[in-house]
């Protein structure tokens, strides 16, 4: 059965007002020569490579983007094929460094992402209330493994903590084998019941129009 125009514009019509600090979904849906750093890619700023995205208010660090290429792939049926990422735990130079996602914004209450892994990594993702893993600690949290080798078995999770995060530390996860995609906040992911509702209203309103016709 295909949609009317007007039945699928219904379909975002029906969508709630989301209540948040702010609202993002990074996918890293580029092509990613390896060992680039996603950096400023999604703040208006720069990657390593020099690149830009949109400037969704969020900004990395010690972050690599990552993509299959001609020569090798790295992963399978992740949700944004063009790219995923990965917290590193050098920098160019061989010294150490932290792994951050900062929304100088905001995320209230919870952050959605995607991720595929080897091992169980306790600690993997912890969400705090300042910049750069400062402030009070809201919440560390656990990923655990979804395969037994390689990047390709993806799981959605969401990351639940009171009161605003500015900062998610995934120092934890690097070099523990876990590649990430699609973080949003969840203000950006509507639940399976409102997605039901939203299509319900759609198929509605498209009723109403084939009644109108006839």
């Given at each position: 059965?295909?949609?009317?125009?007007?039945?699928?514009?219904?379909?975002?019509?029906?969508?709630?007002?989301?209540?948040?600090?702010?609202?993002f979904?990074?996918?890293?849906e580029?092509?990613?020569?390896?060992?680039?750093?996603?950096?400023?890619?999604?703040?208006?700023?720069k990657?390593?490579?020099?690149?830009?995205?949109?400037?969704?208010?969020?900004?990395?660090?010690?972050?690599?983007?990552?993509?299959?290429?001609g020569?090798f792939?790295?992963?399978?049926?992740?949700?944004?094929?063009?790219?995923?990422?990965?917290?590193?735990?050098?920098?160019?130079?061989g010294?150490?460094?932290?792994?951050?996602?900062?929304?100088?914004?905001?995320?209230q209450?919870?952050?959605?992402?995607?991720?595929?892994?080897?091992?169980?990594?306790?600690?993997?993702?912890?969400?705090?209330?300042g910049?750069?893993?400062?402030?009070?600690?809201?919440?560390?949290?656990?990923?655990?493994k979804?395969?037994?080798?390689?990047?390709?078995?993806?799981?959605?999770?969401?990351?639940?903590?009171?009161?605003?995060?500015k900062?998610?530390?995934?120092?934890?996860?690097?070099?523990?084998?876990?590649?990430?995609?699609?973080f949003?906040?969840?203000?950006?992911?509507?639940?399976?019941?409102?997605?039901?509702?939203?299509l319900?209203?759609?198929?509605a309103?498209?009723?109403?129009?084939?009644?109108?016709?006839?």
């Amino acid at each position: 059965m295909k949609l009317s125009r007007l039945a699928v514009l219904a379909l975002f019509a029906a969508a709630p007002a989301f209540a948040g600090a702010t609202s993002f979904v990074v996918d890293f849906e580029k092509s990613w020569d390896y060992g680039v750093s996603v950096d400023g890619f999604y703040s208006g700023g720069k990657a390593s490579d020099a690149t830009t995205g949109d400037n969704l208010g969020v900004e990395f660090f010690g972050m690599m983007g990552l993509s299959n290429d001609g020569n090798f792939t790295y992963y399978s049926g992740a949700p944004s094929s063009d790219g995923i990422a990965q917290a590193i735990d050098t920098d160019a130079n061989g010294a150490h460094t932290n792994s951050y996602m900062n929304v100088a914004a905001g995320v209230q209450n919870g952050l959605s992402l995607f991720y595929a892994s080897y091992v169980d990594v306790s600690g993997a993702v912890k969400a705090y209330s300042g910049l750069n893993g400062t402030g009070d600690l809201l919440g560390t949290f656990k990923l655990d493994k979804t395969a037994n080798a390689g990047f390709d078995s993806w799981k959605q999770v969401t990351l639940k903590f009171s009161g605003t995060a500015k900062s998610f530390d995934l120092t934890g996860s690097a070099g523990q084998g876990i590649g990430f995609d699609n973080f949003a906040s969840v203000s950006a992911v509507p639940e399976a019941s409102t997605s039901l509702m939203m299509l319900a209203g759609g198929f509605a309103l498209l009723g109403l129009t084939r009644r109108r016709r006839g």
